[in-house]
């Protein structure tokens, strides 16, 4: 695949990106105090974001800033972000910053795409917090209709807690969504 390159978004004249995910700085002079240097440009090492994206720093009128590389890559090959648009790695790869895998689109199809792949954070979730099961019968109806899974014996409990604090009563949660938990189950044999 041949390697395209294109001027950074913002930053033309200083910096390039290519259809493969790579920056780097432009060759230009400089003037430091009275002297004019050459500074040869040199491919930019980028860094991973707590979230696995990849960027770089890209310096303009003496002020640094982190870019994210795939927002480079897609602003320079398929134009600038629509409103209510966010970039998609088609993959569900945040470090894979080919053209060809990123695109624009809504929130709602990014995180399709994460639930696709298995990397969303509730895909492959098979019990609540409180280690209750997540399946029938412990699956809150309106929630599943909704295309989520939401545990019916937590669901319960949040309601009774609520009147608790209403008549000021103590209440544990955990065994309470455990009683509930097991009456659900019992009530399913």
Same mark, same amino acid.
């Given at each position: 695949?041949?390697? =395209?390159?294109? &001027?950074a978004p913002g ?16 060759? =230009? ?35 640094? =800033? ?18 209510? $648009? ?20 809504? &929130? ?8 696709? !792949?298995?990397?969303?954070?509730? !895909? ?13 019968? /412990? ?13 019916? !014996? ?5 309601? !009774? ?6 008549? /000021? ?5 955990? $065994? ?11 009530s399913a044999a």
């Open positions: 695949m041949d390697e =395209r390159w294109l &001027p930053y033309a004249g200083l910096y390039e990106v290519s259809n493969q995910g790579r920056v780097h700085s432009l060759d =230009r002079t400089v003037r430091r105090g009275r002297q004019l240097m050459r500074i040869k440009g040199v491919d930019l090492k980028p860094r991973p974001t707590p979230r696995g994206h990849l960027e770089v720093v890209l310096h303009k009128d003496g002020k640094p =800033r982190d870019c994210l590389i795939h927002v480079l890559v897609l602003t320079a090959f398929r134009g600038p972000r629509p409103p209510g $648009m966010q970039t998609r790695h088609l993959d569900s790869n945040p470090a894979n910053n080919w053209d060809g895998n990123l695109a624009w689109g809504t &929130p709602s199809e990014n995180m399709q795409d994460c639930v696709a !792949a298995g990397t969303h954070v509730n !895909a492959n979730k098979t019990c609540c917090d409180y280690d209750h099961p997540l399946q029938l019968p /412990n699956l809150v109806a309106n929630a599943l209709r909704a295309g989520k899974r939401q545990c019916k !014996a937590c669901h319960w409990t949040y309601a !009774a807690r609520s009147r608790a604090k209403r008549r /000021n009563e103590v209440f544990d949660f955990r $065994m309470v969504a455990d009683a509930y938990h097991a009456r659900i189950l019992a």
